[in-house]
């Protein structure tokens, strides 16, 4: 069984900075890519960025410069590094794993980015 749990999400003014967190427990577990994902009401679920086992990254143009993701492979655990928040980031943020048995997706961090 895999649990993914986020954390992190908060309330903040524009400008501000925010760290998600993402941690995948499970036995024998082997991560292959990691991802952030985000949907706000009335909108379709959004890659914010992802990833790869060994390091490599790409990112929405929406948060480049912004944001920065980074994991740890030996506690299966990856952060999302959000600096200079935007009214517009506002959303649920989603872990997602690529695992070699299959994709799972964690329930969600809620960002609110408000004056």
């Known amino acids: 069984q895999v649990r993914v749990v986020e954390s992190g999400g908060g309330l903040l003014q524009p400008g501000g900075s925010l760290r998600l967190s993402c941690a995948a427990s499970?036995?024998?577990?082997?991560?292959?890519?990691m991802g952030w994902y985000r949907q706000a009401p009335g909108r379709q679920r959004e890659l914010v960025s992802r990833?790869?086992?060994?390091?490599?990254?790409n990112y929405a143009d929406s948060v480049k410069g912004r944001f920065t993701l980074s994991r740890d492979n030996a506690q299966n655990t990856m952060s999302l590094q959000m600096n200079s928040l935007k009214p517009e980031d506002t959303s649920i943020y989603y872990c997602?794993?690529?695992?070699?048995?299959?994709?799972?997706w964690g329930r969600g961090t809620q960002v609110t980015v408000s004056a």
């Open positions: 990833i790869s086992r060994i390091g490599g990254t």
């Open positions: 997602n794993l690529n695992l070699p048995g299959g994709e799972y």
């Open positions: 499970g036995r024998s577990l082997v991560v292959n890519s």
